[in-house]
């Protein structure tokens, strides 16, 4: 029978610390290497066989992940918030890090993460960087208006943006001196190239053979269109994931922390631990949803009355989410189930 050994990895972009133990906890290498692809295959060449390996998710860990899966019997990685709190200790430094993440692997204690596929996480990239897109054309879009204001030049807010009118601001309006004007041309210009860069990468991403048919059944769903299905599907991976909506829901930071003691129950904010561009995203399109759907028009309706409307919006978006894993798993379109009124005889 073949001794597992074990191996934590504490990775940074330069350098990766390495401690192997075997079950009992003997220490068998312990070191430092480059972090680099030739200097992680030969230092995979060294390795006493087999072995599995842990490290903790960060924004490195992805292409190490993906180099060490096809020669380790197993990769996992480590929630950083669960792992700290394991693993918190007076003296730290990345030898004792590496040595922590090991002990944790051996004794089953690793707070595992979900690790999605590496096709999900290419387009994952691609659709994040799209939200940078958005983010800097926003930016540009407010940088004009800015600088209206500061020359004083009234303009029309709902039509600044359309080209024909832009257009006619610059050659009409006297108060826009010879400074001002070529400033703003290269800020419209920069907000409609990123506009345009924005679209083709939406369009592309649905387009895409891998998720084609899994968009078009999301945006089935009222208020769903191309951007919030594209976010769901990359963003969540593989739905099956969650066992529940309410872990869906939590996941996607709409619904406050817990935190009890004794007799007291304290309901927190909306939790900072979520994934931030499901949050958004979920959030955007719950302020629309009441206008495409009259089930969630009463919804929005129903619990507006009973507080505000964020409470009401937050209500829509998690009814959004139990639409969304409903679609997901079930693999059809969206369709609504009307109640039938059958009296007894």
Same mark, same amino acid.
């Given at each position: 029978?073949? =001794?597992?050994?074990?191996?934590?990895? +504490?990775?940074?972009?330069?350098?990766?610390?390495?401690?192997?133990?075997?079950?009992?906890?003997?220490?068998?290498?312990?070191?430092?290497?480059?972090?680099?692809?030739?200097? /992680?295959?030969?230092?995979?060449?060294?390795?006493?066989?087999?072995?599995?390996?842990?490290?903790?998710?960060?924004?490195?860990?992805?292409?190490?992940?993906?180099?060490?899966?096809?020669?380790?019997?197993?990769?996992?990685?480590?929630?950083?918030?669960?792992?700290?709190?394991?693993?918190? $200790?007076?003296?730290?430094?990345?030898?004792?890090?590496?040595?922590?993440?090991?002990?944790?692997?051996?004794?089953?204690?690793?707070?595992?993460?979900?690790?999605?596929?590496?096709?999900?996480?290419?387009?994952?990239?691609?659709? %994040?960087?799209?939200?940078? /897109?958005?983010?800097?054309?926003?930016?540009?879009?407010?940088?004009?208006? =800015?600088?209206?204001?500061?020359?004083?030049?009234?303009?029309?807010?709902?039509?600044?943006?359309?080209?024909?009118?832009?257009?006619?601001? /610059?050659?009409?309006?006297?108060?826009?001196? +010879?400074?001002? %004007?070529?400033?703003?041309?290269?800020?419209?210009?920069?907000?409609?190239?990123?506009?345009?860069?924005?679209?083709?990468?939406?369009?592309?991403?649905?387009?895409? #053979?891998?998720?084609?048919?899994?968009?078009?059944?999301?945006?089935?769903?009222?208020?769903?269109?191309?951007?919030?299905?594209?976010?769901?599907?990359?963003?969540?991976?593989?739905?099956?994931?969650? #066992?529940?909506?309410?872990?869906?829901?939590?996941?996607?930071?709409?619904?406050?922390?817990?935190? #009890?003691?004794?007799?007291? =129950?304290?309901?927190?904010?909306?939790?900072?631990?979520?994934?931030?561009?499901?949050?958004?995203?979920?959030?955007?399109?719950?302020?629309? $949803?009441? %206008?495409?759907?009259?089930?969630?028009?009463?919804?929005?309706?129903?619990?507006?009355?009973?507080?505000?409307?964020?409470?009401?919006?937050?209500? =829509?978006?998690?009814?959004?989410?139990?639409? /969304?894993?409903?679609?997901?798993?079930?693999?059809?379109?969206?369709?609504?189930?009307?109640?039938?009124?059958?009296?007894?005889?």
């Amino acid at each position: 029978m073949q =001794v597992m050994y074990y191996i934590g990895l +504490d990775v940074h972009k330069r350098t990766i610390s390495y401690c192997v133990k075997d079950v009992s906890g003997r220490i068998h290498l312990e070191g430092t290497i480059p972090a680099t692809r030739m200097d /992680l295959d030969r230092w995979m060449s060294t390795l006493p066989q087999p072995w599995m390996a842990a490290m903790e998710a960060t924004v490195f860990t992805g292409w190490i992940y993906d180099h060490l899966v096809p020669h380790a019997a197993a990769v996992k990685v480590a929630h950083p918030l669960m792992l700290r709190a394991i693993a918190v $200790a007076k003296k730290k430094n990345d030898r004792i890090d590496a040595n922590k993440i090991c002990d944790c692997l051996r004794c089953d204690f690793l707070p595992e993460c979900y690790m999605a596929s590496t096709e999900i996480r290419e387009r994952r990239r691609t659709l %994040r960087y799209r939200n940078l /897109l958005v983010r800097q054309m926003v930016q540009m879009k407010n940088k004009i208006a =800015v600088l209206l204001m500061e020359a004083g030049v009234s303009y029309n807010k709902q039509r600044l943006h359309k080209i024909g009118y832009f257009r006619e601001l /610059l050659a009409t309006n006297r108060d826009i001196d +010879d400074g001002l %004007r070529p400033l703003l041309g290269l800020c419209h210009e920069t907000a409609v190239r990123l506009g345009k860069t924005e679209s083709a990468l939406v369009r592309s991403l649905q387009r895409d #053979s891998m998720l084609r048919e899994r968009i078009e059944r999301l945006m089935s769903i009222p208020a769903v269109g191309p951007v919030t299905a594209l976010t769901w599907a990359l963003e969540v991976g593989d739905v099956q994931r969650f #066992s529940s909506i309410k872990k869906a829901i939590s996941y996607c930071g709409l619904c406050g922390a817990e935190k #009890s003691s004794a007799h007291t =129950v304290q309901r927190t904010p909306l939790s900072k631990q979520r994934n931030r561009h499901l949050q958004t995203t979920l959030i955007e399109a719950a302020k629309m $949803a009441p %206008r495409f759907s009259p089930d969630l028009a009463m919804l929005y309706e129903k619990e507006s009355h009973k507080g505000n409307a964020n409470r009401a919006t937050l209500a =829509v978006a998690r009814k959004l989410v139990a639409y /969304l894993m409903a679609v997901d798993r079930g693999q059809h379109r969206f369709r609504t189930v009307e109640a039938s009124n059958c009296t007894a005889a």
